[in-house]
């Protein structure tokens, strides 16, 4: 079966401190979506690309988070610099838009830990 | 912002029964998507709904979408203990480019 691929798996940096978040999407995906999942904001969409460009990153910090896609399999998120609020379970999901969206593939996600 | 609301946020039911979740919006969907997310684990694609008033099954699972496309629900009938979950509804507007995901219903099983 063809999965998304997200690394790494977990992650405990101190605060203050960069990082960053890889995801390779299934190979024909054209979407990609960035999300983070807390206990008290559930599911939360920060950003998601078409094509790799950019749609939608109204639902990101903008100060301190940034996504991109530098290649087709490719997608990446920082954070610049980590604060504890950061900490969370971030997932990346591919899907194929082709008149309209089928269902997404969710990785198996980054749990990080910002102490 | 455009929700979906998802009822109840907790369900324990005794292995055997039935259990059903509800997702309800103000605004008419273009689509709305099921996930099922085991502990741990990521959520996983479950059935996609695009048409007003559509059913489909999938073995116990009964997904419906409403007819004024405005609520969805799913029902499992004669739980078993790999039902246990979280399961979410993610509701679509305008094009069905991306969805918003509800709070989602936590289903415990008793065995």
């Known amino acids: 079966d063809a999965r998304v691929t997200q690394t790494p798996r977990d992650k405990v940096t101190e605060m203050g401190q960069e990082v960053t978040m890889r995801c390779q999407p299934i190979?024909?995906?054209?979407?990609v979506f960035w999300y983070r999942q807390t206990m008290m904001q559930g599911l939360e969409l920060l950003a998601y690309?078409?094509?790799?460009?950019?749609?939608?990153d109204s639902g990101m910090p903008k100060d301190r988070f940034s996504a991109e896609m530098p290649d087709a399999t490719l997608a990446t998120l920082k954070i610049q610099p980590s604060e504890p609020r950061d900490s969370a379970v971030y997932f990346c999901a591919s899907g194929l838009v082709r008149g309209y969206l089928y269902g997404y593939t969710f990785g198996s996600g980054t749990r990080l830990t910002v102490v | 912002g455009q929700q979906v609301m998802q009822i109840p946020q907790y369900q324990h039911v005794q292995e055997g029964e039935d259990f059903t979740t509800y997702c309800n919006s103000s605004t008419t969907l273009s689509n709305i998507q099921w996930y099922k997310q085991r502990p741990g684990g990521h959520p996983v694609f479950l059935i996609q709904l695009v048409k007003s008033g559509e059913v489909k099954k999938q073995k116990r699972l009964t997904f419906q979408f409403g007819e004024a496309k405005k609520n969805s629900s799913l029902h499992i009938t004669a739980t078993q203990t790999t039902d246990v979950g979280t399961y979410f509804c993610?509701?679509?507007?305008?094009?069905?480019?991306?969805?918003?995901f509800g709070t989602g219903t936590k289903l415990q099983v008793i065995p």
């Open positions: 190979l024909g995906h054209n979407t």
């Open positions: 993610a509701g679509g507007w305008g094009g069905y480019q991306k969805v918003t």
């Open positions: 690309f078409r094509n790799r460009a950019p749609l939608d």
